[in-house]
């Protein structure tokens, strides 16, 4: 069965609309809501590996697909047949863009085209009976195939963006201290400098006061 469905934009990771009713009989819904951010959020950094996507989490999958500047997002039960689940999210991606296609850049709130839900709901209840007549026949469509989308799990996915932000972090942190270790480095290269050559300047020095003072006197 369909459990979640989340809307957002990949840019910024923005949610723009979502199933209303989703999550209500599931205790644990939150905590696989956090999970959609955070997944939202690696894709706006620039994290994701495809424009489609299975990721394991618990007893269940996430789906996602990802068109132009928007990803749309669906969690079923383990056991819900993959292609339904994308030509769900399919059917969402069509009437999404035909709404809403030209406010997608100029969102600006959270949820701004929360009122997507009804198509979310109406959709939804079409996909939920995998027995009926209409989804057999989608099941044996052979001109849709989703054997080659990628299935992950979602650790593994969440902590590749968590890997990239520590390597991003580190190699900001080295190049930093490198900056300091070079100050360092110059200026010890100066006292040394000073120390090597000042007894010369200062021998030097009083050379030139005492011809000088012999000058004046004769």
Same mark, same amino acid.
């Given at each position: 069965?369909?459990?979640?469905?989340?809307?957002?934009?990949?840019?910024?990771?923005?949610?723009?609309?979502?199933?209303?009713?989703?999550?209500?009989?599931?205790?644990?819904?939150?905590?696989?809501?956090?999970?959609?951010?955070?997944?939202?959020?690696?894709?706006?950094?620039?994290?994701?590996?495809?424009?489609?996507?299975?990721?394991?989490?618990?007893?269940?999958?996430?789906?996602?697909?990802?068109?132009?500047?928007?990803?749309? +997002? #669906?969690?079923?039960? %383990?056991? *819900?047949?993959? &292609?339904?689940?994308?030509?769900?999210?399919?059917? =969402?991606?069509?009437?999404?863009?035909?709404?809403?296609?030209?406010?997608?850049?100029?969102?600006?709130?959270?949820?701004?085209?929360?009122?997507?839900?009804?198509?979310?709901?109406?959709?939804?209840?079409?996909?939920?009976?995998?027995?009926?007549?209409?989804?057999?026949?989608?099941?044996?469509?052979?001109?849709?195939?989703?054997?080659?989308?990628?299935?992950?799990?979602?650790?593994?996915?969440?902590?590749?963006?968590?890997?990239?932000?520590?390597?991003?972090?580190?190699?900001?942190? +080295? #190049?930093?201290?490198? %900056?300091? *270790?070079?100050? &360092?480095?110059?200026?010890?290269?100066?006292?040394? =400098?000073?120390?090597?050559?000042?007894?010369?300047?200062?021998?030097?020095?009083?050379?030139?006061?005492?011809?000088?003072?012999?000058?004046?006197?004769?």
């Amino acid at each position: 069965m369909v459990k979640l469905t989340m809307i957002a934009r990949v840019t910024d990771g923005l949610p723009l609309a979502e199933g209303l009713d989703d999550g209500r009989d599931m205790p644990d819904a939150e905590f696989y809501k956090q999970q959609v951010k955070a997944l939202f959020k690696n894709l706006s950094r620039g994290h994701n590996e495809a424009s489609r996507m299975s990721v394991e989490t618990g007893p269940y999958v996430f789906h996602y697909v990802i068109e132009g500047r928007v990803c749309y +997002l #669906t969690m079923c039960d %383990r056991a *819900y047949p993959k &292609k339904l689940a994308f030509q769900y999210l399919e059917d =969402l991606v069509n009437e999404f863009e035909r709404g809403y296609g030209n406010q997608i850049e100029t969102a600006a709130r959270p949820y701004a085209f929360i009122k997507f839900d009804t198509f979310i709901q109406r959709t939804k209840k079409l996909y939920q009976d995998t027995r009926t007549q209409r989804n057999i026949t989608k099941l044996n469509d052979e001109l849709y195939e989703v054997h080659q989308i990628m299935t992950r799990n979602v650790q593994e996915v969440l902590g590749v963006g968590e890997k990239l932000d520590q390597v991003s972090q580190m190699s900001s942190r +080295l #190049t930093s201290e490198s %900056r300091v *270790y070079a100050d &360092k480095a110059k200026d010890l290269n100066r006292q040394a =400098l000073i120390k090597k050559w000042a007894p010369v300047a200062i021998v030097l020095g009083v050379v030139i006061l005492l011809f000088w003072a012999r000058k004046k006197i004769y």
